[in-house]
């Protein structure tokens, strides 16, 4: 069965940068385009960017060019983000979640790991 | 950015009410639409694909319609865990975008 398992929560202070992980098994990983979405508290859902797996391309959305990179280990089957010049307002649960359709971009998300808290505070 | 505006914001229901939730796109989406269900400390579940299509193992209660700019998630009789927050989002242009969320609460 598909499973996204994801790293756990983690502190940082303004400024500094995060790495999220993401361990994707039960399906072919480089078949799939992976998101990654986040959630302020008590907030809504957002778009941040996709990976290709297979070949490491990825686009993001405007507001996070520069200070997001997405990245992929093949050999693990992991993805991570990572996100630079943290603020408080970045302050979110991160999600990676899975394209439904297999080599394409379809841009509906199928299956999602459990989330990531990251908090940032000084 | 295509804006998404979902109504109502919240709604209160019974088990075994009809429920209707309104997506509207600040312009054409065509149908890349999607809707999913969210409870509380979970990821978000997807429900309908493609405007009107049924992700596979979501019970047939749920149903979703709409083209364009205008959309709609039904649930034909609410049951006991069904009462969750609903989110729509459109894929046709970046950035992909969701709408603010509907949370459907026990009357």
């Known amino acids: 069965q598909v499973q996204l398992v994801q790293s756990g929560a983690e502190v940082k202070k303004p400024g500094a940068s995060v790495k999220v992980s993401c361990k994707a098994s039960?399906?072919?990983?480089?078949?799939?385009?992976m998101h990654w979405v986040r959630q302020a508290p008590g907030q809504g859902l957002e778009w941040m960017g996709w990976?290709?797996?297979?070949?490491?391309?990825?686009k993001f959305a405007q507001k996070y060019q520069g200070r997001v990179t997405l990245t992929r280990d093949t050999s693990i089957s992991t993805l991570y983000m990572e996100l630079s010049r943290l603020r408080s307002d970045d302050t979110a649960v991160y999600y990676c979640a899975r394209d439904k359709a297999e080599q394409l971009i379809v841009g509906a998300f199928d299956f999602w790991g459990q989330g990531t808290l990251l908090t940032v505070s000084s | 950015d295509i804006q998404m505006t979902q109504s109502p914001s919240t709604l209160s229901a019974s088990v075994g009410d009809r429920v209707t939730i309104s997506c509207r796109a600040s312009?054409?989406?065509?149908?890349?639409l999607a809707w999913y269900q969210q409870k509380p400390g979970k990821a978000p579940k997807l429900l309908i694909y493609k405007a009107s299509s049924l992700e596979s193992g979501v019970p047939s209660r749920f149903s979703g319609s709409g083209s364009g700019t205008d959309f709609t998630l039904t649930i034909s009789s609410l049951q006991p865990g069904d009462f969750a927050t609903y989110y729509c989002?459109?894929?046709?242009?970046?950035?992909?975008?969701f709408g603010q969320g509907t949370k459907v609460e026990i009357k």
């Open positions: 989002q459109q894929y046709d242009a970046y950035p992909w975008t």
């Open positions: 990976i290709n797996p297979d070949d490491g391309d990825t």
């Open positions: 312009q054409s989406i065509s149908i890349w």
């Open positions: 039960g399906y072919t990983f480089t078949g799939y385009y």
